[in-house]
């Protein structure tokens, strides 16, 4: 196999993984703070008190002292409101507050139309076989993922 196409792959693979999609118009929001917020507005079930840390920790891959730090800046912007869990009392529930649905919504506005905009630079048919290849590419690194670690393998993945 040609090294050259390999290291193309990896090349736009990394510069794709540094796009911040998400919020690139949106000032003052960081590309972590969007993930929390996104993973938050996406999890929480209508009339809950919201997100244990803990689970947003474990969705994130990061742990529950950094979804603290990054709590802590989306508090003080007024992005997200705490609350004492009302069975555990130890646990703190996170929910967006009505500002944080803005800047989600927001975010969801300007995702869309980069996205259709990127349509209109590609074309429908171009778009539609980048979104196969994308999907089919991470299905490879799943599948990868998953054989590795039945293998007992896990320090490659």
Same mark, same amino acid.
């Given at each position: 196999m040609d090294i050259s196409i390999a290291q193309k792959l990896f090349e736009a693979m990394k510069r794709f993984n540094k796009a911040e999609f998400n919020h690139r118009s949106i000032k003052g929001v960081r590309h972590s703070e969007m993930m929390l917020m996104f993973y938050v507005k996406k999890r929480t079930e209508a009339n809950t008190a919201g997100l244990k840390v803990s689970e947003i920790s474990e969705m994130l891959g990061v742990t529950s002292? =950094? $979804?603290? *730090?990054?709590?802590?800046?989306? /508090? $003080?912007? %007024?992005?997200? /409101?705490? =609350? !004492? %869990? *009302?069975?555990d009392r130890r646990a703190v529930r996170v929910k967006l507050s009505i500002e944080? /649905?803005? !800047?989600?919504q927001q975010a969801i506005a300007v995702t869309e139309a980069s996205f259709n905009?990127?349509?209109?630079?590609?074309? /429908?048919?171009?778009?539609?076989?980048?979104a196969d290849l994308l999907t089919k590419a991470y299905q490879y690194f799943e599948q990868k993922e998953m054989d590795l670690t039945q293998s007992g393998d896990e320090s490659l993945c």
């Open positions: 002292p =950094t $979804v603290t *730090q990054l709590l802590n800046s989306l /508090e $003080v912007k %007024d992005w997200i /409101e705490r =609350t !004492v %869990d *009302q069975k944080g /649905e803005r !800047v989600i905009e990127l349509i209109q630079y590609l074309g /429908e048919e171009e778009s539609n076989h980048l």
